[in-house]
């Protein structure tokens, strides 16, 4: 069965910083979609970002990129320019089945 | 611009006692799940469901059962409820379903056995 492991249980990056958050997965299947998604204090759940396995090209959504290495199963989630909107657990997900166990992601002004 | 909508928001169950959480959606979406969130484990799959009329276990079904009533409704039952059940429990809906497509989340429903 697949795995997702989130190492990093806090982070903490100044407000405009950059900071990057760890995804590592396991599977042995070839094609596969992994996610970003955002949980703030409100508990609701929205994706922040997408990668298609079969997509060398990494993914980009304004300050939110990610760097895909599909040899390492590694999926980390760099935010660029934080902001304290930014503050919330962010969740790694392969598809639709495997969740990581979360980061919280605090930002300071 | 409802979206997925999770009812109750709340819920306080002695051991044994059973209750259903209701999920609807409103966006024509395919597929439906089921997910308990734990503190320092993430979210885990319970059920889901890729269509109408199907459903199948995800990681942590026992304890639980599912009904997809028709294409908006997936029902989730605890028959005899456990301390273990105890959980924030979430619904989510995705257009395509399998690997690919967003998933669009409720806002969850704090559950309590005591």
């Known amino acids: 069965a697949q795995t997702v492991t989130q190492s990093q249980p806090e982070m903490s990056v100044q407000e405009a910083e950059t900071v990057t958050l760890s995804c590592t997965y396991d599977t042995s299947e070839s094609d596969y979609y992994l996610f970003w998604y955002k949980q703030p204090p409100s508990r609701q759940m929205i994706l922040v970002i997408r990668?298609?396995?079969?997509?060398?090209q990494n993914a980009t959504e304004n300050r939110f990129s990610v760097n895909f290495q599909k040899a390492a199963k590694s999926f980390s989630l760099k935010i660029s320019d934080s902001q304290l909107g930014d503050a919330a657990m962010y969740f790694c997900?392969?598809?639709?089945?495997?969740f990581g166990a979360g980061t919280r992601l605090t930002v300071k002004p | 611009n409802a979206g997925v909508t999770q009812t109750p928001k709340f819920q306080v169950l002695k051991t044994g006692q059973s209750m259903t959480l209701q999920c609807a959606q409103d966006m024509n979406h395919n597929s439906m799940y089921w997910y308990r969130q734990d503190p320092g484990m993430g979210l885990r799959l319970i059920y889901y469901s890729a269509s109408e009329g199907t459903t199948d276990k995800g990681e942590v079904p026992n304890g639980y059962n599912v009904s997809r009533l028709n294409k908006r409704e997936f029902s989730l039952r605890l028959e005899s409820a456990a301390p273990s059940q105890t959980s924030v429990y979430f619904c989510?809906?995705?257009?395509?379903?399998?690997?690919?497509?967003?998933?669009?989340f409720g806002e969850g429903s704090r559950l309590t056995v005591l």
């Open positions: 990668q298609e396995a079969y997509k060398q």
């Open positions: 997900a392969y598809d639709d089945m495997r």
């Open positions: 989510a809906s995705s257009e395509y379903g399998g690997a690919s497509g967003e998933l669009f």
